[in-house]
């Protein structure tokens, strides 16, 4: 009766690993340091991103996230313009909480005119407004881009 057992707890085991869900897979990339990532941007969640992105901040960033084209020069008040999104622009110098904090808190003084999403956009909206344009970064950049945050969650 006790070598059962041990069958029991294998197929119970068996049956268990067919209903968990698959790794999503996306990518696999090297950062610099050689260290191999899977680039994943769920499709739904980037739909959503851009649907976000669309309303609230095409108008200021383009539509295609290029930013203005004047984006390092202080305009007329002192303030820059948006940057682009897509790549072109400084936003992959910054970590995922920089982002996530200036979406949800807009800039900071002297910066720029960027509003604050945070009455109008909870967490999930604004990560997903993120890895919409994050999908649209190259895989160099984007691998650059994830060392960078790495960092800042390691302080």
Not at 98 to 106: D, P, T, V, Y
Request: net charge neutral; charged share 20%; hydrophobic share 35%.
């Amino acid at each position: 009766m006790n070598s059962r057992y041990p069958i029991f707890s294998l197929i119970l085991l068996l049956l268990a690993a067919c209903d968990a869900p698959e790794p999503v897979k996306g990518r696999v990339i090297t950062t610099q340091s050689g260290e191999q990532i899977n680039r994943h941007h769920p499709p739904d969640l980037v739909a959503q991103g851009g649907e976000i992105f669309q309303q609230y901040c095409a108008s200021c960033h383009g539509k295609n996230g290029e930013g203005d084209p004047e984006w390092r020069k202080r305009g007329a008040d002192g303030l820059f313009p948006p940057p682009p999104l897509n790549g072109t622009g400084h936003a992959w110098h910054h970590p995922m909480a920089f982002l996530q904090n200036r979406i949800k808190n807009g800039s900071a003084a002297g910066g720029g005119n960027m509003p604050a999403w945070g009455s109008k956009l909870n967490e999930k909206e604004i990560d997903a407004v993120i890895a919409w344009f994050q999908s649209q970064w190259p895989d160099q950049l984007y691998a650059a881009w994830y060392e960078i945050d790495q960092r800042a969650l390691r302080r």
